[in-house]
C-alpha cells in the first residue's frame, strides 16, 4: 500500500535499521575486505594499509598492529558489515573464536584493552568485548569494565558476545557465562565490527571463526559450570 511504502521510505531517510533476521560467516581464505566487510582505518590509525595489519592463511585470519602507532585514543582499524541491518528489538549473538599474543597500550588502554575487539551497534549503543593474553574487558557506558576472573587468552577459546532486548548483553567464553550488562557505549551507527579498536593500543591476534546471527533459531549458549568455572581457567 501506499502508507506502507511511505513507512519503509521514511525509514530508510532516517536511517533506521529495519527488522530482518541475518546470519553472517566469516570465510578465512580470503581478507574480510573481499567478502562485503568494509575495511575502516579512521583517526590516528588513518591511511594504514589493510596488508600491513591483517593477513589470512592456514584458515587463521592474523591482526598484527603492535608497532602501528599508539597513545591517542581516537582512532580504529576495523571491518564492519552488516551495515544498517542491526536493530535493538531482536536477540543477536556474535560468536568469534580467537586467542591474543601481544599487546601494548598506553593511557586509559594501559593494559591492551581495545587492542583487539568484537562487538556490534544497535542504532545508538555499541556493545563489544576486547581481549588481552591476560584479561577480558566489556564496553560500558564510559569506559571498559574489566570482566572478574583469571584467563589465559593465548590459547584459542570460543566468544560469544549476546544481545536481549532492550538493552541487555551477556559475555560467554567457552560456554561459560562471564559477564550480564544492561547498558553499552553511547555510539551512532548499526553495524557488526572487529579488529582493532583503538589509537591507545595496539595487538597482535588470531581469529579461526567469526560468526553473527540476528533473529535467527539457533541453540541458546549454554552455561552449565557458571561463573565459577571460569575462575579456574
Given at each position: 500500500s501506499l502508507a506502507f511504502a511511505t513507512t519503509i521510505a521514511s525509514l530508510l531517510a532516517t536511517g533506521?535499521?529495519?527488522?530482518?533476521?541475518?546470519?553472517?560467516?566469516?570465510?578465512?581464505?580470503?581478507?574480510?575486505?573481499?567478502?562485503?566487510?568494509?575495511?575502516?582505518?579512521?583517526?590516528?590509525?588513518?591511511?594504514?594499509?589493510?596488508?600491513?595489519?591483517?593477513?589470512?592463511?592456514?584458515?587463521?585470519?592474523?591482526?598484527?598492529?603492535?608497532?602501528?602507532?599508539?597513545?591517542v585514543s581516537g582512532g580504529s582499524i576495523l571491518y564492519g558489515v552488516l551495515n544498517g541491518l542491526l536493530n535493538t528489538t531482536e536477540t543477536k549473538e556474535l560468536r568469534v573464536t580467537a586467542r591474543v599474543l601481544q599487546v601494548e597500550g598506553s593511557g586509559l588502554g594501559a593494559a591492551g584493552q581495545q587492542g583487539f575487539a568484537f562487538g556490534f551497534n544497535t542504532g545508538s549503543v555499541q556493545y563489544d568485548i576486547s581481549i588481552t593474553p591476560t584479561n577480558i574487558y566489556?564496553?560500558?557506558?564510559?569506559?571498559?569494565?574489566?570482566?572478574?576472573?583469571?584467563?589465559?587468552?593465548?590459547?584459542?577459546?570460543?566468544?560469544?558476545?549476546?544481545?536481549?532486548?532492550?538493552?541487555?548483553?551477556?559475555?560467554?567464553?567457552?560456554?561459560?557465562?562471564?559477564?550480564?550488562?544492561?547498558?553499552?557505549?553511547?555510539?551512532?551507527g548499526s553495524r557488526v565490527f572487529f579488529g582493532d579498536g583503538t589509537g591507545g593500543a595496539n595487538a597482535r591476534a588470531e581469529v579461526t571463526a567469526l560468526r553473527f546471527i540476528q533473529d535467527v533459531a539457533t541453540p541458546a549458549t549454554s552455561s552449565t559450570w557458571g561463573r565459577v568455572k571460569s575462575l579456574y581457567r
Open positions: 533506521t535499521a529495519l527488522s530482518a533476521p541475518q546470519n553472517f560467516v566469516l570465510s578465512f581464505s580470503s581478507l574480510p575486505s573481499a567478502q562485503g566487510c568494509n575495511y575502516n582505518a579512521v583517526g590516528s590509525h588513518a591511511g594504514t594499509v589493510e596488508s600491513s595489519v591483517f593477513s589470512v592463511g592456514a584458515g587463521v585470519l592474523t591482526q598484527n598492529s603492535i608497532g602501528k602507532g599508539f597513545g566489556a564496553l560500558g557506558p564510559g569506559a571498559t569494565i574489566t570482566v572478574a576472573g583469571t584467563y589465559t587468552n593465548t590459547t584459542f577459546h570460543d566468544y560469544v558476545l549476546q544481545f536481549s532486548p532492550p538493552g541487555t548483553f551477556r559475555i560467554f567464553r567457552d560456554n561459560v557465562l562471564l559477564h550480564t550488562g544492561t547498558s553499552g557505549f553511547s555510539a551512532s
